[in-house]
């Protein structure tokens, strides 16, 4: 038998409602925002993503869904949106329509990783991005809408971690005395971060190997190389978060995991995971757009994990009721009466009704049986005497109570239901 590929799963009728719930909110909480929905394609070229992400990337190097087209051409599956709607901008020139750009998006991406709780190698992003501003109002903005969204969901014990890693200037001194005191310790590190320290010494920062967390404890701290402006544009958006009771931890050992990130960078996490802690985060990218060959263009966005949400709300009970209930089940006594059963169906439908009828020929018995398992708020069992006396029982399932009504009328009995 042929089965789903390792790390993608099928989502199964029974749990679509909580996507599509989970979609509503995220829909109703964007627009509140001014943001508008972007959809890009599933697969780029992947220099998209090569140039934007950075070649050093764990991403680039060892997660990403590569290969070469009939044409020849390299193609990568997306493993994440920001790159895409930074080729957007810049090949529909969208800013000169608009200085303030506001975009979210939903969506599948791909990343070859090792599957485990909260992690797939088909995964989905909710994502929202601020293109245009420089300014740490919209930094505030991106958390906050964030923050909103969780709690929205009833997610409310979630933890907002922060940290900022300054411009270009900065982030590179920070570099330099970061590799010089790692340098002295290269022996004690683990492996990977060995590795690291050759290609990206700043995600050492976000390992997890116990004697690497040990040695980082010494470290420089990246806010005492923040020169002013960069220091002024952290302290402004702590300001706006502050105003807005709004609680955070700041880590000086938040860098996030690509190359393009600047200045203010986050993450959101739930304890509910265990050590897979991150719902999502994010952070501002003011040079993305020139590794895409555009100018240098300020933005700002972030991105939380679908299935990440789902597993907290379910751990939670967070879902409401979501079981969708049929309005009405049409028995059919026999065949001589399924064509008009049908019409019938077809006429309530079209008033916006959930009508439910058999396909299978069953018996008047195993089709209640279905209307039950259906929970149908109504049933009416037509046959050929209620088709000549136009006359129909309406059975309400709720509490048994019955209605005659006329049948040309019927649409009428339900139109306050």
């Known amino acids: 038998m042929i089965q789903n590929i390792k790390g993608t799963k099928d989502l199964l009728p029974e749990v679509i409602g909580k996507w599509q719930y989970i979609q509503d909110v995220l829909k109703k909480i964007s627009e509140q925002y001014n943001y508008q929905e972007i959809r890009t394609p599933i697969f780029e070229k992947t220099e998209v993503f090569s140039r934007s992400i950075g070649e050093a990337t764990d991403i680039v190097n060892k997660e990403m ?122 022996q004690k590190l683990s492996k990977e971060s060995q590795i690291r320290l050759q290609i990206n010494p700043l995600r050492i920062l976000d390992s997890k190997a116990e004697n690497d967390i040990e040695i980082l404890n010494n470290a420089p701290n990246i806010l005492e190389f923040l020169d002013p402006e960069s220091k002024e544009h952290f302290e402004q958006v702590l300001s706006i978060l502050d105003s807005q009771n709004l609680k955070y931890e700041i880590n000086p050992k938040l860098v996030r995991g690509l190359d393009y990130y600047s200045h203010t960078v986050f993450e959101f996490q739930s304890s509910v995971l265990g050590a897979q802690n991150s719902i999502g985060g994010g952070g501002r990218y003011n040079k993305l757009f020139s590794e895409l060959g555009g100018s240098e263009i300020p933005a700002v966005g972030l991105a939380l994990g679908v299935e990440r949400i789902i597993l907290i709300m379910e751990e939670k009970g967070l879902f409401p009721n979501l079981e969708q209930r049929t309005d009405l089940y049409l028995v059919s006594l026999n065949k001589a009466t399924q064509q008009y059963v049908i019409k019938l169906a077809e006429q309530l439908r079209g008033n916006g009704m959930i009508v439910a009828i058999d396909l299978l020929r069953r018996s008047v018995k195993a089709q209640m049986r279905e209307a039950n398992k259906m929970n149908a708020k109504y049933v009416i069992v037509i046959g050929e005497d209620e088709i000549k006396s136009n006359l129909l029982t309406i059975k309400d399932m709720t509490n048994g109570e019955q209605t005659q009504y006329s049948l040309t009328g019927i649409a009428d009995f339900f139109k306050n239901k």
């Not at 909103?148 to 922060?162: A, V």
């Not at 900065?170 to 005395?177: C, G, L, N």
């Open 65 to 186: 869904y590569t290969f070469l087209d009939k044409s020849e051409e390299s193609i990568t599956l997306r493993p994440e949106l920001t790159a895409s709607i930074a080729r957007v901008v810049l090949q529909h020139s969208l800013l000169q329509q608009s200085p303030n750009l506001r975009f979210w998006y939903f969506g599948p991406f791909f990343r070859y990783e090792q599957p485990q709780k909260g992690r797939m190698r088909q995964f989905h992003q909710y994502g929202a991005e601020c293109i245009g501003s420089q300014f740490p109002e919209s930094d505030a903005e991106i958390i906050m809408l964030a923050s909103r969204i969780f709690l929205s969901l009833g997610i409310n014990d979630f933890k907002l971690i922060i940290n900022s890693l300054g411009n270009s200037e900065s982030r590179t001194k920070y570099r330099e005395a970061l590799i010089e005191f790692l340098k002295d310790n290269e």
